[in-house]
C-alpha cells in the first residue's frame, strides 16, 4: 500500500470541464509535487510546494492550477484542458531536511483522459 | 544534451543473467542519487539510494563514482520479476530538484 493517497485513479473530462486531483499524504513531508507522466517517458516536474508554499513552478499552464490547505493535502485543479494533456499525473512527497537526502515518494497517480 | 542520461535500452535478458544499468548526470553539482523502478502503469518506487561507498541489496548493487559523474546499477541473478522500467534519479542538491533519466526498460525472458 503506498503511503500517498491520491484521487481519482482515473479522470476523463470534456475540455470545457473543471476538476481536481487530490494527494493526501501522513508521513509529516513537509515537501509535496505533482509530475506529469506521458507514456514511455519519465515523469516531468510540474510544481513542489514546500512547507505549504509554492516553491517550483515548471513553467506549467495556468489551465493546471495547484493548491495545497495544508501539510499533508496537495490539490491539483484542472480547467480547460487540451487532449494533449492526457497524461498519468504523479503526486509525490519528501522529507524537507538539510544535510540529508530527501526520498521521493509517489502515489499511485491519477489517469487523465483529456477528450 | 539531457542533464541525466541512461543506456537507451530496451535489455532483454535471460532468467539468471546478470546485468548492468549505466547513468550519467552532467550537474557537478548534484549531491544526492536514487535508482527507481516503474512497473508499467504504475507509479516509480525507489528500489535504493546511491552512496560513494557503494551499496548492496540483495541481488542490487549501486555504484557511484562522483569524479566520472556516473552511476550504475547491477542486478545479479534476473528474475521474471524485475521487468521494469529503471529510472535514474538525481537531486541536484539537497533541496526539492530532483531530475529524472528517460528510464531504461528490462524484460527478462524465461
Known amino acids: 500500500d503506498t503511503e500517498v493517497t491520491q484521487t481519482p485513479k482515473h479522470l476523463v473530462m470534456g475540455m470545457t470541464n473543471k476538476k481536481s486531483l487530490k494527494c493526501e499524504q501522513h508521513?509529516?513531508?513537509?515537501?509535496m509535487y505533482w509530475y506529469k507522466q506521458k507514456a514511455k517517458k519519465p515523469p516531468e516536474l510540474m510544481f513542489v510546494?514546500?512547507?505549504?508554499?509554492?516553491?517550483i513552478n515548471e513553467s506549467v499552464p495556468s489551465r493546471f492550477s495547484p493548491e495545497c490547505p495544508n501539510s499533508s493535502l496537495l490539490n491539483l485543479h484542472l480547467h480547460a484542458l487540451q487532449p494533449e494533456d492526457s497524461a498519468l499525473y504523479l503526486c509525490?512527497?519528501?522529507?524537507?531536511?538539510?544535510?540529508?537526502?530527501?526520498?521521493?515518494?509517489f502515489g499511485a497517480g491519477s489517469r487523465l483522459t483529456v477528450l | 544534451r539531457k542533464e541525466v542520461e541512461q543506456d537507451p535500452g530496451p535489455f532483454n535478458v535471460p532468467e539468471g543473467a546478470t546485468v548492468a544499468f549505466n547513468c550519467t548526470y552532467s550537474?557537478?553539482?548534484?549531491?544526492?542519487f536514487f535508482w527507481y523502478r516503474q512497473d508499467c502503469r504504475k507509479e516509480p518506487k525507489l528500489l535504493m539510494s546511491?552512496?560513494?561507498s557503494g551499496n548492496e541489496d540483495g541481488r542490487f548493487t549501486a555504484q557511484l563514482n562522483r569524479a566520472s559523474q556516473y552511476i550504475s546499477l547491477l542486478i545479479r541473478d534476473s528474475k521474471l520479476s524485475d521487468s521494469a522500467t529503471y529510472l535514474c534519479?538525481?537531486?541536484?542538491?539537497?533541496?526539492?530538484?530532483?531530475?529524472f533519466g528517460p528510464g531504461t526498460r528490462l524484460s527478462v525472458l524465461p
Open positions: 509525490a512527497s519528501s522529507e524537507q531536511g538539510a544535510g540529508g537526502a530527501n526520498v521521493l515518494t
Open positions: 508521513m509529516g513531508h513537509r515537501a
Open positions: 510546494y514546500s512547507y505549504e508554499k509554492l516553491s
Open positions: 550537474n557537478s553539482a548534484s549531491q544526492s
Open positions: 546511491v552512496y560513494s
Open positions: 534519479v538525481v537531486n541536484r542538491g539537497y533541496g526539492q530538484n530532483f531530475v
